[in-house]
């Protein structure tokens, strides 16, 4: 089965860290762009983080927000510094292979408060 499977969400405080983990089965994530979306409660959805399969370039809305790869795990994780009460939102991460179906994960819920 096709599909990305999302973690690593949770409660922390302003100025914690957090990492978000998208682990894909039934295909490999190496080849495909990967895209991390969030969607703050009440505001529109964003894109915050890609990594492009092809060259595995990244690009941040953010300096605080770093993508990592583990092909061994078929995995991409998206690293968060410094948390702020903006933060909070679902997050989403999405591959994206020309000719393909564009796969989501199901989302995370980051929530930043003290």
């Known amino acids: 089965q096709v599909q990305l499977v999302q973690s690593g969400g949770g409660l922390v405080q302003p100025g914690g860290s957090l990492r978000l983990s998208c682990e894909a089965s039934?295909?490999?994530?190496?080849?495909?762009?990967v895209n991390w979306y969030r969607h703050p409660p009440g505001k529109e959805r964003e894109r915050v983080a890609v990594?492009?399969?092809?060259?595995g370039d990244t690009s941040y809305a953010d300096s605080r927000f770093t993508i990592a790869t583990d092909d061994d795990k078929n995995a991409v994780y998206l690293q968060i510094e410094n948390l702020k009460i903006d933060d909070t939102a679902m997050y989403y991460c999405?591959?994206?292979?020309?000719?393909?179906?564009?796969?989501w994960g199901q989302g995370t819920q980051v929530t930043v408060s003290s």
């Open positions: 999405n591959a994206i292979q020309l000719g393909r179906p564009v796969v």
């Open positions: 039934g295909f490999t994530l190496k080849r495909r762009t």
């Open positions: 990594r492009v399969g092809a060259t």
